[in-house]
């Protein structure tokens, strides 16, 4: 509940930074929701 957590937020981060669609399609936007950093 906390590595895992963490990897997906740094990789939903760096996927929302890089603006790769492609990826942003196959990862689940689920873990984006509940990332603290969607805000900017």
Do not use: D, H, T
Not at 11 to 28: A, D, E, N, Q
């Amino acid at each position: 509940m906390g590595e895992q957590q963490a990897i997906a937020q740094m990789v939903c981060w760096f996927i929302s930074c890089k603006r790769i669609k492609y990826l942003y399609k196959i990862m689940p936007l689920a873990i984006c929701i509940n990332s603290p950093g969607k805000q900017g």
